[in-house]
């Protein structure tokens, strides 16, 4: 096996844990104040009854790229296995796949970024992004490096000649 395809499945298997770990837990944003101290995530708990549009937003894009993820990493491993993928096929589905993957992740990840940076804050509470929410953004940089290597695992696949087939 080439080592652009196997580096591209590490990348995607690690992407693709990366994102439901940070989309599963509720680590996304965290604050302090005086006795106390919260944090939240993108599922809403059962007191608060409405949703920002923001966190919807975020929800989608997030789910949207763990189907991409998903794809992306099913084609990589059948195109480890011959008798299971077409020759030459399943980096391409992988790369286009790990790249929507990642945009779905930086449309996701700025929204959510951006809404919660304009919030306003309290003098007395220190409110800071926490770990679920890097884990997000790795996952990001983890699926681009997947589109990357699968192009590279497609590029560099010995296709038959003419005459063999």
């Not at 549009?53 to 480890?80: D, E, K, N, P, R």
């Not at 020759?87 to 779905?104: D, K, N």
């Not at 890097?134 to 940089?141: A, E, I, K, P, R």
Request: glycine share 8%.
């Amino acid at each position: 096996m080439e080592p652009c395809r196997s580096l591209a499945l590490l990348t995607s298997s690690l992407g693709l844990v990366s994102l439901l770990v940070a989309v599963s837990t509720n680590f996304w944003f965290a604050a302090r104040g005086p006795g106390f101290s919260s944090h939240s995530g993108l599922w809403p708990s059962k007191d608060q009854v409405s949703v920002a549009g923001y966190i919807h937003v975020t929800q989608s894009f997030c789910i949207l790229a763990v189907l991409w993820g998903l794809i992306s990493t099913a084609f990589l491993v059948m195109s480890c296995i011959p008798s299971l993928s077409a020759p030459g096929r399943g980096p391409i589905v992988s790369t286009f796949m790990g790249f929507a993957g990642a945009l779905s992740l930086i449309v996701a990840m700025t929204v959510y970024t951006i809404e919660r940076w304009n919030q306003p804050a309290n003098p007395q509470v220190q409110s800071f992004f926490s770990w679920s929410f890097y884990l997000g953004w790795v996952s990001t940089l983890l699926f681009l490096c997947t589109g990357g290597l699968s192009l590279g695992a497609h590029c560099t696949t010995h296709r038959p000649d003419y005459e063999a087939v």
